[in-house]
């Protein structure tokens, strides 16, 4: 997108996962990054160790992502402090 890959890209979700290794260039991730956030994305970066060593976690970490962005608004006060 743009001038950068992404290793996953949702552009209905506006949801960017990235696999980070070894190689990985934190100041050009952060580069990176901020340009998709300023196209309306969200970036979610995760060690490639834990992708291996844990992707239930890490697929639950997308799925939660995922469920925030499309939750419903509240209603009847939920989330507001009022009694649902």
């Not at 290793?7 to 960017?16: G, I, N, Q, T």
């Not at 580069?31 to 697929?59: C, K, M």
């Amino acid at each position: 997108m743009g001038r950068y890959f992404a290793d996953f890209l949702s552009h209905r979700a506006k949801l960017v996962v990235e696999i980070d290794g070894d190689t990985h260039d934190p100041g050009k991730d952060e580069t990176r990054d901020h340009w998709f956030q300023s196209e309306g994305y969200r970036t979610l970066r995760f060690w490639n160790i834990d992708v291996d060593e844990n992707p239930v976690g890490v697929a639950d970490r997308i799925f939660e992502e995922l469920n925030q962005r499309y939750a419903p608004p509240p209603q009847n006060g939920e989330g507001r402090g009022g009694v649902a």
